[in-house]
Structures are given as structure tokens and as C-alpha cells.
């Protein structure tokens, strides 16, 4: 009976066999006493069995010598139940070998109380299996030692279900190991919290896979440091995503590293907001690739700041697209430099409209290259301010081409310079219209070269008021051929001077017409 099993002497149960002990009743098992538990030799106890091992109370339990327990089987322990496993003293657990803790089933590895998880040592925890990992439950998994976690192998960590990830505590997270990290799953990174995010090491983090960080959410980049964006390598910032750019806060992107920032794709830097684009400091901007420039959305370009299009370098200017110079703002193009305006190519400055090319400041239009003149189109030539034409150079203007000098309005052409008039070729000149003719001053008619009112067609003369002609030059006058001089009016010839009469030659007085005389 359990009466006569507790009356045996400690020395009498030292002496049973195996068999003996093996042959044992549970409710023979329930007589043993505290005593006789603490005698058993290491021996004894590695051959009870599993019916032997459930039998046993909690109280007999804990009574057992840790090295005595740490002889049991693997299968004999696997007959402790959940209460039983829970009622261990977390040195007994701690003294259980590598097998015995790798040979406990599930619901035996959930029922270990968090103390005990925590008294675990860092073999037992390296060794535990993907199943017992799986049967950890969020509670005891915050409860690993961070130096215990550190060894757990890397495919268990990447075997880790979203909710123990989430369990784990910012010392844990700090402490995982390189590889670890590097092994996680995009399941493992999306369940990481915002805080868990933070305390990632940054020596880990250079280590997370680009597909990884693209995984990340909204809120997980926006609670990324900034030693951690610091610390990403081109390698990840050229693997990162729109929606990462779009979740990052202004000063975690004022942050970033100039030449990380350079390596983020076009397609990835769309994704980023005005205010965003604003935030980015002139040496981010400086740093940004002719891809990236040319690659903004409309709604980026306005968002860039005077001190970021101040600190365009000429490189990037010229790089610009028609749709990037159209997109921006009068504020933004009067802060354009002289010579970054001057290195955007020709159809590109075409994509510029009519209220663009109007607001320019007179310094940037007669810094343009003779090319960018040239390549401009008729409506904007036309949207030209008269002071702006006033400020075209010599070679500016004496390049315009006929499309040029045929958009401009006549009060343009009443604004150009004396000495820029005269640069024009003798084809244009005669390519003026009737209206544009009339419209020049005196004294632009005075400045005229005799090879441009030579080069004068018909309809030229024809479309001078008596007022230009009487201010004509008398050298000018006598340049005209005797068509020319044939087509004149009745009241052109009447304002002819005395001088430019006497100027005329034998030939061109021979010629003039009855009417004319």
C-alpha cells in the first residue's frame, strides 16, 4: 500500500531495482516521500518511466535532486503533465540537458511559467526546436533572456509567428544578433511595432534585405532614427519604394545621406510630397542625379525651395526636362541662376509658357544662349517683355530667325536697341511686315545700315511713314534701288529732304516716275 511504500527506509528505496521502481503503481508512486525522492540514485532515476514520472505530485516534484532529474529520459519526462511542468523549480528546469528540453512536447513548453523560460540557460534556449519555439507563447517569449535569444539559430528566429515578434521587448530586438536579423522573413519585419523599429540596432539594419524594407509600413519608416536612416547603405536606399519615401518624416529625409538619397530610383523619389521635397536640404538636392530631376511629377517640381534651385548646379539645369521647366512657378524660375537658365537645352526652355517666359527677369533673357533664343517658339518670343527685348545682346538679336522676327509684337520691335536693330541681316529686315515697318522709331531708322535699307523690299518702303523717311540718312536714301524708290507715294517722295534728293544719283533721278516727279 502507499502506507507501507512511505514507511520503506531511504536505504531500502535505494536499493530497488529498476524493474522494481518501473513496476511501481501510480498510486504506489503518490506514497513515495521527500526523503526517499532525494535518495534516489542518478541511476534510479534514469530508468523511471513516463507512467512513473505522471504519477508523481507537484510536491514530490520539487522534492526531486536537479541531478536526478536531469537523468530522466526524454520519453519518461514527456509523462509529466502541464500542472507538473509549471510546478518545477526553475533550477530544475535550468538543469535539464539539451535533450530533455528539445524532447518536450508543445503543450509541455507552453506550460513553462515565464520565470522559468527566464532561468533558462543559453544552451538550452540555442538548442530548442522549431517546435518548441512554436509553442512559446507571446508571455514567455518576452521573457527570454536577451543574451538566451541572441543564440536561438536563425531559422527559428525567421520561424517566429507575427504575434511573437511583436512580443518581444526593445532590449530583446536590440540584442538579436546580425544574422538574425538578416534572416528575418517580410512576415517577421511587417510585425515588428514602431517602438521595436526604433530599437533596432543600426549594425543590424544595414543587414535587412531591400525586399524587407519594402515591406515596412507607413508608421515603421516614419519611427526609423536618424543614426538608423544614417546608417542604411546605397545598396537599401536604392531598393526603397515609394510608399517607404512617402512614410519618411522631413527630418528623418533631411537626414539621409547625400549620396543614399542620389541612389533612391526615380520611380521611388515620385514618392515623395511638395513638403517633403521642400525638407530636402541644397546638398540633397545638389546630389539628385539628371534621371531623378528630369524623373519629379509637376506637383514636386513647385514644391522645390529658392535656396534648393540657387544651388542647381549647371549639370543639372541642362538636364532638365520641357515638363520640369513648365511645371515651374514665376516665383520659382526668377531664382534660377543665369548661368543654370542659360544650360537648359533648347526644347526644354520651349516647354516654358507664355507667363513663364514674361516673368523672367531681363539679367536671365539676356544671359540665354544664341541656341535658346533661336529655339524659341513664336508665342513666346511674342510673350517677350519690351524690357526684355531692350536687354537682348547685339548677338542675341542678330541671330533671331525669321520665325523669331516674325512673332514680335510691334511694340517689341519699337523696344529694340538701335545697335541690336542694325545686327539684323538684311533678310529679316525685308521680312518685316508692314506693321512691324511702321512701328520703328526714328531713331532706329537712323541707325539702320545702308545694307538693310538696300536689302528693303517694295513693301518695305511702301510701309514708311513720311516721318522715317525725312529721318532717313541721306546715304540710306541713296541705297534704295530704282524699284524701290519707284514705289514710293506721292506723299513719301513730298517728305523727301532737299538733301536726300541732291543724294540721289543720275541713275535713281532718271528713274523716278512722272508720278514721282
Do not use: H, P
Not at 67 to 73: F, M
Not at 90 to 117: E, K, N, P, Y
Not at 401 to 415: G, Y
Amino acid at each position: 500500500s502507499t502506507a507501507q511504500i512511505a514507511a520503506l527506509t531511504t536505504l531500502q528505496v535505494l536499493g530497488l531495482t529498476t524493474n522494481q521502481l518501473v513496476g511501481l503503481s501510480t498510486t504506489q508512486v503518490t506514497g513515495l516521500t521527500a526523503n526517499q525522492l532525494v535518495g534516489l540514485s542518478t541511476t534510479q532515476a534514469a530508468g523511471l518511466s513516463a507512467a512513473n514520472m505522471g504519477a508523481l505530485t507537484t510536491a514530490q516534484l520539487v522534492t526531486l535532486e536537479t541531478t536526478d532529474l536531469a537523468s530522466v529520459g526524454t520519453s519518461s519526462l514527456r509523462g509529466l503533465g502541464t500542472a507538473q511542468i509549471a510546478a518545477l523549480t526553475t533550477i530544475q528546469v535550468a538543469g535539464l540537458t539539451t535533450v530533455q528540453i528539445v524532447g518536450l512536447v508543445s503543450s509541455q513548453v507552453a506550460a513553462l511559467t515565464v520565470d522559468q523560460i527566464a532561468g533558462l540557460g543559453v544552451t538550452q534556449v540555442a538548442n530548442l526546436s522549431a517546435s518548441n519555439i512554436a509553442a512559446l507563447t507571446t508571455a514567455q517569449v518576452a521573457a527570454i533572456e536577451v543574451t538566451d535569444l541572441a543564440e536561438v539559430s536563425t531559422s527559428n528566429v525567421r520561424a517566429l509567428s507575427t504575434a511573437q515578434i511583436a512580443a518581444l521587448t526593445t532590449l530583446q530586438v536590440a540584442g538579436l544578433t546580425t544574422a538574425q536579423v538578416f534572416g528575418f522573413s517580410s512576415a517577421n519585419v511587417v510585425a515588428l511595432t514602431t517602438v521595436q523599429v526604433a530599437a533596432l540596432e543600426t549594425r543590424d539594419l544595414v543587414f535587412v534585405g531591400t525586399t524587407n524594407l519594402q515591406a515596412l509600413g507607413t508608421a515603421q519608416i516614419a519611427s526609423l532614427t536618424t543614426d538608423q536612416l544614417v546608417a542604411l547603405t546605397t545598396v537599401q536606399s536604392a531598393g526603397l519604394s515609394a510608399d517607404n519615401m512617402g512614410a519618411f518624416t522631413n527630418t528623418q529625409l533631411a537626414a539621409m545621406e547625400t549620396s543614399d538619397l542620389a541612389a533612391v530610383s526615380s520611380s521611388s523619389l515620385r514618392g515623395l510630397s511638395t513638403a517633403q521635397i521642400a525638407a530636402l536640404t541644397t546638398l540633397q538636392v545638389l546630389g539628385l542625379t539628371t534621371n531623378q530631376l528630369v524623373g519629379l511629377s509637376t506637383t514636386q517640381v513647385t514644391g522645390l525651395t529658392e535656396a534648393q534651385l540657387v544651388g542647381l548646379s549647371t549639370t543639372q539645369a541642362a538636364g532638365l526636362s520641357a515638363a520640369n521647366m513648365g511645371a515651374l512657378t514665376t516665383a520659382q524660375l526668377v531664382k534660377l541662376e543665369t548661368t543654370d537658365l542659360a544650360s537648359v537645352g533648347s526644347s526644354s526652355l520651349r516647354g516654358l509658357g507664355t507667363v513663364q517666359i514674361a516673368a523672367l527677369t531681363t539679367i536671365q533673357v539676356a544671359a540665354l544662349t544664341t541656341a535658346q533664343i533661336v529655339g524659341l517658339a513664336s508665342s513666346q518670343v511674342a510673350a517677350l517683355t519690351v524690357d526684355q527685348i531692350a536687354g537682348l545682346g547685339v548677338t542675341q538679336v542678330a541671330n533671331l530667325s525669321a520665325s523669331n522676327i516674325a512673332a514680335l509684337t510691334t511694340a517689341q520691335l519699337a523696344a529694340m536697341e538701335v545697335d541690336d536693330l542694325a545686327a539684323v541681316s538684311t533678310s529679316d529686315v525685308r521680312a518685316f511686315s508692314t506693321a512691324q515697318i511702321a512701328a520703328l522709331t526714328t531713331l532706329q531708322v537712323v541707325g539702320l545700315s545702308t545694307a538693310q535699307v538696300a536689302g528693303f523690299s517694295s513693301a518695305n518702303v511702301r510701309a514708311l511713314t513720311t516721318v522715317q523717311l525725312l529721318a532717313m540718312q541721306t546715304q540710306d536714301v541713296a541705297a534704295l534701288s530704282n524699284a524701290n524708290l519707284q514705289a514710293l507715294s506721292t506723299r513719301q517722295i513730298a517728305a523727301l529732304t532737299t538733301e536726300q534728293i541732291l543724294g540721289l544719283t543720275t541713275a535713281q533721278a532718271a528713274g523716278l516716275s512722272t508720278a514721282n516727279v
